[in-house]
């Protein structure tokens, strides 16, 4: 098959790579062309999950059918090159919801198995592998396997989460989420500090469905981590008042260039978040919100990524254990209010229970997540220093967003990686299915 | 809006994307192709995504010998059919090409083949004094260069056939469509070096199942190809022939 030798990045841009990319049409053409391989769906995670410098990326976008959709019982099985915006457009009119979804819609099915994602419902739900009924593995060997959590189960808890490891994720059955209509019906709460801002998430009074909060990474002091706590339920039948326009969907605007770097610094970001602070706490009583406009306010704006400049930028986002989240969070924004850039984007939000995925992110606690834009070597010497504090306080950096952790603080946060690597070794013995992040974090060679 | 649309060579990203663009105009289709696996899963696809019916089964075009009776099991299947794609081809490559077995079987699919089931479809669709059929050729065969003239004349041989049958059939009521793609994004230009102006099989497919609603006989995809196409046809022989295309 035909290949095509790129310069690639992750949705970051940071770093780019040189790939040879190859793009199967058809399923049968899905499978382990070459050694030193790891698919790509659509690009959405941030750094070089799905980059495989001097080595092979299998682009699955054209594989990307649905191939059966239970309408009773909220079963859809799909090839995994489809996008989530995809399924929406059907699922969505016949009363069917995702059951767990990232901030962008534009991600695909496999994609989400193999970072098994989370969303704003993960303290209720779990992570998306959760309600995987199934799913194809294409084995380094060619061979195919259907997995399951009764079926192959370790391969299966070794797939989701496995960041495209343990071979190529061909077809997945999801179960899917009644919702009566295509509403959500938001309430809003101003934390003035950090301290409150747990207060509010943690009150089982306020919490909903989908709990989230926005935070503005750049007040200090009395004002440290003070944010918006935002909570949302599916309307119910009745609930959204009649003469609501449907929820519209579709694309706002484009941003077409790169800014230049000096645009987003610490007084424009702190200018716009006390903006939005002001505004978002002025919204007191509940509100309907469609379910792009709350799920996805980012995918509004094409190619966002362009914001931070054609330098790219890391995501950093970790998750501490509750007991010590506070405590932790606090420390981290400390040192990033010190001597860090300005984040644009900041959010928090309560995790529940660890799932069974062998690799997966998630853990019972809190999850912090921050944009910070790529200019020089110091951003790294503080996110060392970041990594300190959440292995310190027990926690973890999730692989997806992640662009530069170290082999050894990989192996600190993932204490199920010898679990993995013994699954890893039974179907993967050549370690064929590799990436750049995986060579980075040396999985699969070595324990 | 058509009834039933019969689409032959129905697994390349140009035919699924003329496909979608049928389904979504609420048209039901029949897929055919050699890879009925793939098949199954494009049909299954287009009937969840667009709720129309979707027949599919297998066809091959270089077994001329078949097409009679895949043409009538198209016809037990959808006895309202009112159009045809033909968007099978095969590039094959021009440096293998050379060896006549090769250069005999890109012959054999995108002309002779075409030719075969074509003539079906006129004779039937003659009968019925309505319906179309929509060929596609492709920007080579209007003039041959030596990067792919085998391919070339085969669909330079199409596009004549196509002429030829659009004057027999317009006095029946029967449109004759001829498309002409430039470089399209799909598995056959994928990697390959120099190309410019891609399009989007979405934007191919979508003008292919709008191309029966619209008068146009000769249809280049995008439309700057036919002045790309004006250009190159004026080039004088004796220029010509010294250049590398």
Known sequence: MAVSITKLGGWGRYPVQSCELERPERYRDLRPSSARLIVRGQGRSYGDAALNENGRVLLTERINRLLDFDMEQGVLHAEAGVTLADLLEIIVPHGWFLPVTPGTKFVSLGGCVAADVHGKNHHRDGSFGKHVLGLELILASGERIWCSPAENSEQFWATVGGMGLTGIIGEVQLKLQPVANAWMSVRHRAASNLERLFELLQDPQLDDHYAVAWLDSLATGKGLGRGIAMFAHHAEAGEVPAGLLPAGAGRGWDLPFDLPRWVMNRQSISAFNDRYYRRQAAKREPFFSGHDAYFYPLDSIGHWNRLYGKHGFVQYQCVLPEASAHDGIAQLLEALARSGPASFLAVLKRLGAEGSGLLSFPLAGYTLALDLPVRDHELFALLDALDEIVIRHGGRVYLAKDARLSAQSFRAMYPGYEQWLRVKNSIDPENKFSSSLSRRLEIGSGA | ?245
């Open chain 2, 1 to 245: 809006m058509s009834e039933a649309v019969l689409i032959l060579g129905a697994t390349s990203a140009i035919a699924r994307a003329t496909a979608a663009a049928f389904a979504a105009q609420g048209t039901a289709l029949y897929l055919a192709a050699r890879d009925e696996e793939e098949l199954g899963r494009i049909a299954a696809d287009l009937r969840i995504r667009y709720g129309v019916a979707v027949h599919h089964g297998s066809f091959d075009a270089e077994a001329v010998d078949s097409h009679a009776e895949f043409f009538q099991s198209v016809l037990a299947a959808m006895p309202r059919l009112s159009g045809v794609v033909l968007a099978f081809g095969y590039l094959g490559d021009q440096q293998v090409a050379r060896d006549f077995a090769v250069g005999a079987r890109i012959i054999a699919v995108n002309f002779t083949g075409a030719v075969s089931v074509l003539n079906l479809c006129a004779d039937y669709f003659e009968q019925a004094r309505r319906g179309f059929i929509i060929g596609i050729s492709s920007v080579a065969g209007d003039r041959g260069r030596q990067s792919n003239y085998v391919y070339g004349s085969a669909k330079g041989a199409l596009s004549l056939y196509l002429q030829g049958l659009r004057n027999r059939l317009y006095p029946g009521g029967v449109r004759v469509i001829t498309v002409k793609p430039g470089f399209v994004d799909t598995a056959m230009t994928f990697g390959l070096p120099g190309l410019f102006l891609v399009a989007t099989p979405q934007y191919v497919g979508t003008r292919i199942a709008a191309a029966p609603g619209r008068s146009a006989d000769v249809v280049y995809l995008p439309w700057f190809w036919r002045y790309i196409m004006l250009v190159i046809q004026l080039i004088p022989e004796c220029i010509f022939k010294r250049m590398k295309l």
